[in-house]
């Protein structure tokens, strides 16, 4: 039954819309195995390779993380690892887990396989860039990695590659071609992220389907479009910083290097700022953190209402948190640089806006808890990461707000409290949801579940283990241990307790990486011979799981595109005959739901 | 008719209440009345514009320090200057007669563009020669380093607009393949771009002048 005006729709003479007349869209149809899988147009294909590429140089990292355990608890077993190599190993790990893993996978990865399917529409906007978009990616990694093969290897400067120590000689990579690379793997990086970054944003404004207005997508999209902006706005000031230091390494400039002696002899640069370069870096730095952050607090929401049979408590709330988060990261870079030296007032001032970052965010995971009150739970795996997703986030964010004091940080800056901080805010928090959020949609990507008893397995030991890796870092931090330190002696100030303790972290910290592999494993062969799932297995709303084909092939929804006639988180619905109606279903098709008055 | 509403009336909405379902069903699923390739162009030339921001916050951070030592301006500077505004002057007449449909006029005037914008490319690296002759070396004060990453970040968006061009000049050849809407289409958009970087250049020669 089909109305015969809007005008209708909006008196409510009939419910059901027509379909949207769009001109068709100019889909890319690949005539070759090449085309299909290599250069591929479709943004499902190319989400799938984001991701393979990110994890692969993930793997790369953790397998260093493991590297820099053992020379910290038992440098015995690694007698090849002297201290060049440790920072080179805590530079790349840093790097390589922020902007190739995290960044990529959110965004390259999820964006690109989820947006279009949750906003209802055929395929990005401009597939052929996008496609440029993952090859670009995939030469910074390529790049990134042929630092570890040049004279001298790759950078050790820290992650955050300060200058001046990241461009003189006595840095490893430092006189070589190691930062050389690192600086034009992240610029090329950049590149390759606008150009997709263009697509999401694009695709999310302009490509929705009838019905999906903004306020009806998933959070999962709003997570992702948000990171987006903020990736576009944010990631100009690392190429700047970039372009600026290559141009001191390779040509003598000084944007960033003050005069200074290098092996007693003057060097040729003066008058630089470094101070500079950690407003520019941090500027890019701390929204990058958000970047991170509000794809998993988007996904989240999503595994959290889908497996708890409840709409999300405050839906409303949880986009304007996400909006306000992402405005205020802009305005907190400097907490970074409490010990810069920076005048008080500066640091009273960004003090004062991390702190305020704090508001929505708790906001947040108060609706995420309200959501559970009285919801119908199913104690699924994605369900279980994404509990476990709250309770590191809230550890992680409440060292966080220790940190943002100015007169608390000074002491701890130095020390294991901040790894311990940024890695369970930053690195667990983040990874839970990337794991959360595989169980999830693999049966839509494979039509086939990830093996459950390998899963929970994964899930126990990843998370408890979590802990007992990060948990005694704070511990660490309170008794003084400083990070970035190749080696720990037994002295006055670090005692044999902190010795065994670091031993026990790594012993975890190997635990934890191998169980890993056993989630790769899992994947692997689930792909293959996993159970089958029928469509729409964790009886979801949102359109990615109403495609007539599981998994959804090229074009994405047959012949018309779904029309959408509520939001995503219609669970539970009084009166309807399932506990869920997905997007796509008219009001018609369930007579009897109820909606209670708000 | 697609009725502005403000991001605040937007942000209220209740998605979940029956009345605002009836307005959202009608929703055709684009926000902005825009086509994707003008909005694709505004965001680029956002990107973009923080990009020059940043360099420009460097600047003028670096410039108050003493060591600071200002450069000459060639008068090859003016040339290339005028060069570029005749440039974007072109663009607005061949806009006008891409809308009349006299697209042998385009094709003419896209070549012109084309020219112009080679012997702007040119006339920068004479500048930079000569530069370089008199002896203001990249490194030999930052605000020489500034410019020459002016210049050639500029250049560079230059030489990305070309790209670009010759992109619409295949369309204004071909257009027997192609819809007259979107030749059309795409000489709009070639022209905004080179309006936004006759813009960045003032501001960028603009500041090197005046600081």
């Known amino acids: 039954m089909t109305a015969d005006s809007y005008e209708d729709v909006a008196t409510g003479k009939n419910d059901t819309i027509p379909a949207l007349e769009v001109p068709p869209q100019d889909l890319y149809h690949a005539k070759s195995f090449i085309t299909r899988w290599i250069f591929c147009q479709d943004a499902k294909v190319i989400g799938i390779q984001y991701a393979l590429t990110a994890v692969s140089i993930g793997l790369v990292a953790l397998v260093i993380s493991w590297l820099m355990r053992l020379q910290l608890a038992f440098p015995e077993l690694v007698p090849f690892l002297g201290p060049a190599e440790y920072y080179q190993f805590v530079t790349m790990h840093g790097m390589i887990m922020v902007v190739y893993l995290l960044t990529a996978l959110f965004l390259g990865g999820f964006g690109n396989y989820l947006i279009p399917l949750m906003v209802g529409a055929r395929d990005m906007v401009f597939p052929y860039l996008n496609m440029v978009s993952f090859w670009v990616y995939f030469l910074a990694v390529l790049v990134l990695v042929a630092s570890f093969f040049v004279p001298g290897g790759p950078t050790g400067a820290g992650w955050t590659l300060y200058p001046p120590q990241a461009i003189t000689s006595g840095t490893p990579g430092g006189d070589g071609l190691g930062i050389i690379l690192m600086l034009i793997s992240l610029s090329i990086f950049v590149i390759g992220f606008t150009m997709g970054g263009l697509n999401y944003v694009l695709t999310i404004l302009q490509a929705r389907t009838r019905g999906m207005t903004l306020m009806r997508m998933p959070l999962t999209v709003w997570g992702i ?374 | 008719m697609k009725k502005k509403e403000s991001i605040f009336d937007l942000l209220a909405q209740k998605p979940w209440d029956p009345n605002q379902a009836k307005i959202d069903n009608m929703h055709d699923g684009a926000t902005i009345d825009l086509s994707k390739g003008k909005l694709g162009l505004r965001f680029i030339m956002i990107v973009s514009a923080i990009f020059f921001s940043l360099f420009i916050v460097t600047y003028s951070d670096r410039m108050v320090y ?49 020219f112009l914008a080679f012997a702007f490319l040119i006339g920068q690296l004479l500048v930079w020669q000569q530069l370089i002759i008199d002896g203001y070396y990249v490194s030999s004060n930052p605000s020489n380093a500034y410019f020459y990453v002016f210049t050639a970040l500029h250049a560079l968006h230059l030489l990305g607009g070309l790209v670009y061009w010759i992109i619409t000049i295949r369309k204004v050849w071909k257009p027997r393949d192609i819809v007259i809407s979107k030749v059309k289409h795409a000489v709009e958009l070639c022209a905004i771009y080179w309006h936004f970087l006759l813009a960045v250049w003032f501001v960028l020669f603009g500041l090197m002048l005046f600081s």
């Open chain 1, 225 to 598: 479009f948000t990171a987006t902006v903020l990736a576009l706005f944010a990631f100009p000031a690392l190429i700047v910083s970039c372009i600026m230091m290559t141009l001191d390494s390779l040509l003598g400039t000084s944007f960033f290097m003050p005069a200074i002696v290098e092996f007693g002899e003057q060097s040729e640069h003066s008058g630089g700022s470094p101070i500079l370069f950690q407003h520019l870096f941090w500027f890019f730095g701390h929204p990058e953190v958000y970047i991170v952050a509000l794809p998993a607090f988007g996904i989240v929401s999503d595994l959290i209402s889908v497996h708890a049979r409840k709409n999300i408590f405050g839906y409303r709330m949880m986009v304007w948190a996400i909006v306000i988060i992402g405005a205020l990261s802009f305005v907190v870079w400097a907490h970074h640089m409490y010990v810069s030296g920076m005048n008080p007032w500066f640091g009273f001032f960004f003090a004062t806006t991390t702190l305020i970052i704090a508001v929505p965010t708790a906001l947040k995971v108060y609706n995420w808890v309200i959501t559970l009150w009285r919801g119908n739970i199913r104690l699924t795996i994605p369900m279980l990461f994404a509990l476990a997703f709250i309770v590191t986030f809230v550890n992680g964010g409440i060292t966080g707000l220790f940190l943002g004091n100015v007169i608390v940080d000074v002491p701890l800056s130095d020390t294991y409290f901040v790894v311990a901080h940024f890695h369970m805010v930053m690195g667990i928090a983040p990874v839970l949801v990337i794991f959360g959020a595989i169980y999830h949609w693999f049966p839509l990507i494979t039509g086939r579940f990830l093996h459950e008893g390998m899963g929970k397995f994964h899930f126990w030991v990843t998370f408890l283990g979590s802990y007992l890796i990060y948990f005694p870092m704070h511990y660490l931090g309170f008794v003084g241990v400083p990070r970035r330190y190749y080696e720990m002696y037994e002295s006055p100030f670090i005692t044999s307790s902190t010795i065994s303790l670091n031993q026990f972290i790594t012993v975890a910290a190997i635990a934890v990486g191998l169980t890993q592999l056993l989630f790769l494993y899992n994947i692997i062969t689930s792909a293959k011979f996993g159970k089958k799932a029928k469509k729409n297995p964790w009886e979801a709303c949102s359109l990615e799981w109403q495609t007539p084909d599981v998994p959804p092939t090229h074009g994405n929804f047959g012949a018309e595109l779904p029309v959408v006639y509520r939001w995503a988180y219609d669970f539970s619905v009084p009166g309807a005959k399932e506990d869920f109606i997905p997007q796509n279903t008219a009001p018609s098709e369930v007579p009897d739901a109820r909606v209670e008055k708000t």
């Open chain 2, 66 to 114: 003493p060591d600071w030592q200002r450069m000459p301006e060639p008068w090859l500077l003016w040339v290339n200057t005028i060069i570029l505004f005749i440039s974007s002057f072109v663009f607005i007449t061949t806009q006008i007669e891409s809308k009349k449909n006299q697209f042998h006029i385009v094709k003419n005037r896209l070549l012109l563009i084309g």
